[in-house]
């Protein structure tokens, strides 16, 4: 009997599958990744939890969304190395890409081991050095049995997520008030994960110039910046 | 969905003892314990030691910085290449227990850059005596203390102090400036460890490291047998 994706009539189909995957402890790489919070902690742009949400609603709606429709689209069937190029092009700096593809790596190993399918395999043995992580998460939800805005969830939540646990380590802040900057977002992220599922159903149909390329300037000069330090706790 | 075949086509899953292509892998062997104890001490040591013999590389996870794989660099006790350093996030014990993906990578990058090689050291950031590595990264790991932090630490244990496959027991220059009594070290470490192997070390001394180096020989004889 096939046990290893979920059965799509069971009530709840793939919810698990979806916190297996969304879980921050799953083990792809992320806990070294700042999201670009090390580098406003230094620059005194994020002291405390206004300015975490701040922060984290800004790169919710630009990089989130963008990354977020890349997942939903790969979920849903899209060329994945169609979407990789796709995601070069939405990613002016070398840093992030490079970034990019380092923790997409790290993903596929993980998604090889826990949900080893031949689309994964052809995605890993096209692109050895890693393709783009959002691309990786939406294949990876399509073998789990997740769907386009499952995919697209776990991104926007992981575009918030990351940058919260490292401000809990650089700062010492409250991981109570981290915590509640996130549910307080989950409105939004709901909104951002829903736009992203539709650009996905779009460039479905259309193909991929029609997905989003929102971005942050900002984030892309500090981490350019940041990759060059001599001395840091995350890797970007 | 597809178990019935195996998928390590493009990358080994992790503790894969073979290659992608079928060779057998580099024995890859852990250095743990706490801060300033000696770890990057003993894999300068070691390099020395046995890179006439061996293929070797170092993959360093500092807290913080690149000193680790500078101090090896300056030091010139292997070329740059085959030295590996990742970041760890803040959390040194994550990136060899819990998440060991980065690890995992640049073990696997310096494999395809220099390999075929004997030996990959891979040392952790430092950490608390609870720090152990996970066995999807290393095959074997050395947890090497000082005892100039105190000669209570065998009799407290803790995961390193009692699973690791060598304890290392290192600084005993300093026994006598810091009141560490060698023979109780040794007596705690028995208690706690029983069959388990203990190297006392002074790698200040003239080929200090070799009771470590001589545990390494006889670990890759036993991964190449
Ligand atoms: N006296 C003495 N000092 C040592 C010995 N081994 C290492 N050290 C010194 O202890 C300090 C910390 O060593 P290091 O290898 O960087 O520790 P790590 O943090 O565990 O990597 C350095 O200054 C070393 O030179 C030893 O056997 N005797
Ligand atoms: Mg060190």
């Known amino acids: 009997m096939d ?105 596929m190993r993980a998604a090889r081991a826990t949900w080893p399918c031949d689309a994964l395999d052809a995605l890993a043995a096209a692109r050895p050095r890693g393709a783009h992580q959002p691309v990786v998460l939406g294949v990876t939800a399509r073998a789990a049995g997740l769907g386009p805005e499952d995919a697209a969830h776990c991104v926007a939540y992981e575009t918030v997520g990351g940058p919260a646990t490292a401000v809990v380590r650089l700062l010492g802040l409250d991981p109570f008030e981290a915590t509640a900057v996130l549910a307080r977002l989950a409105p939004e992220l709901d ?11 779009r460039a ?19 981490a350019e910046a940041h990759a060059a330090w001599p001395v840091r706790l995350f890797a970007s | 969905m597809h178990l019935d075949h195996s998928h390590d086509s493009a990358m080994a899953v992790s503790a894969d003892a073979a290659r992608p292509d079928g060779t057998k892998r580099a024995l890859r062997i852990g250095l743990g314990g706490p801060v300033g104890s000696g770890k990057t001490a003993t894999v300068a040591a070691l390099c020395r030691a046995l890179r006439e013999e061996l293929s070797i590389a170092v993959v360093t996870n500092d807290i913080y910085t690149r000193e680790d794989a500078e101090f090896l660099l300056r030091n010139a006790v292997l070329p740059p290449e085959r030295i590996q350093a990742v970041e760890t996030g803040a959390c040194p014990h994550t990136a060899i227990r819990d998440d060991i993906s980065a690890n995992l990578e640049a073990v696997e990058d310096l494999e395809d850059a220099v390999g075929p090689l004997d030996l990959i050291l891979v040392e952790s950031g430092g950490d608390n005596l609870t720090a152990t590595f996970s066995k999807g990264l290393v095959d074997a790991q050395v947890f090497v203390i000082d005892v100039a932090g105190g000669d209570d630490i065998p009799r407290k244990g803790g995961p390193g102090v009692t699973t690791a496959d060598l304890l290392v027991v290192n600084k005993t220059d300093l026994a006598p400036y810091v009141g560490s009594d060698l023979g109780r070290m040794a007596r705690d470490a028995k208690a706690q460890r029983g069959e388990l192997p203990v190297a006392f070390t002074s790698l200040t001394a003239e080929n200090g490291v070799k009771p470590v180096a001589d545990w390494v020989r006889t670990q890759l004889a036993a991964w190449s047998a």
Not at chain 1, 97 to 103: D, G, I, P
Not at chain 1, 213 to 219: K, Q
């Open chain 1, 204 to 222: 479905l149909a259309e193909g991929t110039g029609t997905l989003p390329a929102a971005s942050a300037p900002l984030l892309d000069i500090t």
């Open chain 1, 3 to 107: 046990t290893s994706t979920p059965d799509p009539a069971a009530p709840g189909a793939a919810r698990t599958a979806l916190l297996v995957l969304a879980d921050g402890r799953f083990p792809a790489g992320g806990h070294a990744h700042s999201g670009g919070a090390e580098a406003a902690v230094k620059a005194g742009r994020i002291r405390d939890a206004t300015d975490l949400a701040a922060f984290c609603r800004g790169r919710l709606h630009t990089t989130g969304l963008t990354s977020a429709a890349l997942a939903a689209a790969a979920a849903a069937g899209v060329d994945a190395l169609a979407l990789d190029e796709a995601a070069d092009a939405r990613t002016p700096s070398p840093a992030l890409r490079a970034t990019a593809r380092k923790l997409g790596r790290q993903l």
């Open chain 1, 191 to 201: 909104q951002v994960a829903r736009r992203a599922a539709g650009a996905a159903h």
